[in-house]
């Protein structure tokens, strides 16, 4: 096991802990996979989503507090585009750890 190089303090601890919090709801994973492949309208996550539209707004600035996610306004529409492309990696390692776990399981019993 590696051993860190650096001691990480209290309160950058809790801004990494923070996170991971933001990142813990399914409708935001749903909401940040579907901007994956570009900006939408709050009206298009809406329908992607099946969310409502004060529920979608809510995760959205949740998401953009943390810095998650960007807004754009043109005219009356507000487009939202990925403000923090590491969440993908992140996602990606997860995924594969699950998958790995998964198919380890799923040998046990065949």
Do not use: W
């Amino acid at each position: 096991m590696d051993v860190p190089d650096q001691i990480m303090s209290d309160e950058q601890l809790d801004v990494i802990s923070q996170r991971f919090r933001v990142l813990s709801d399914p409708m935001r994973l749903k909401i940040l996979h579907n901007l994956r492949g570009g900006e939408l309208t709050v009206g298009s996550l809406v329908e992607r989503t099946g969310a409502s539209q004060p529920n979608v707004s809510k995760h959205l600035s949740i998401l953009r507090g943390a810095g998650l996610v960007n807004r754009r306004q043109d005219g009356n529409l507000a487009y939202f585009s990925i403000g923090a492309p590491f969440v993908f990696q992140l996602c990606d390692i997860v995924c594969e750890g699950i998958r790995k776990e998964f198919e380890q399981k799923q040998s046990t019993f065949l």
